[in-house]
């Protein structure tokens, strides 16, 4: 699976300082891991600069907003001027997951690749899927 990154930066100042903070984050661990908290976002990029949550200059930045570049894997299609459409990568992250995890049946019971049907066929995998853990959970409550 490829890997899916982008840059977030921050600029603020504080007490006539300016500050510039920038790091590489990993979005895959990003939605898996905090659920796309953007608060997990500010403080990677702060810890990764020195800066805890308790100092002042952590006050200061996390009211300035993030700006987003250099995005690698599904992110490429969800900035755009800096700025990050988080829900669309979601959504679309969750797709891409879901696929990879029917893939393999796919390929034994109907004997063809994911990657290559028809993206009407893919939706409709999708759907079954969805319709499937419905009613699993529907089972279980």
């Given at each position: 699976m490829s890997q899916h990154t982008i840059t977030a930066s921050i600029e603020?100042?504080?007490?006539?300082?300016?500050f510039f903070l920038s790091s590489t984050i990993d979005l895959t661990n990003?939605?898996?891991?905090?659920?796309?908290?953007?608060?997990?976002?500010?403080?990677?990029?702060?810890?990764?600069?020195g800066l805890d949550?308790?100092?002042?200059?952590?006050?200061?930045?996390?009211m300035e907003p993030i700006q987003f570049a250099q995005p690698t894997g599904l992110a490429c299609s969800f900035v755009q001027d800096g700025t990050f459409d988080i829900e669309g990568f979601q959504q679309a992250f969750q797709k891409v997951q879901t696929l990879e995890l029917l893939a393999p049946w796919v390929r034994k019971e109907l004997e063809l690749d994911i990657h290559t049907l028809q993206p009407e066929w893919q939706q409709t995998l999708l759907h079954a899927f969805a319709l499937g853990q419905q009613h699993a959970q529907k089972r279980s409550d």
């Open positions: 603020f100042y504080f007490k006539g300082e300016r990003w939605i898996q891991k905090h659920q796309a908290d953007m608060v997990y976002l500010y403080d990677t990029i702060a810890l990764e600069h949550q308790y100092r002042y200059e952590y006050d200061v930045m996390v």
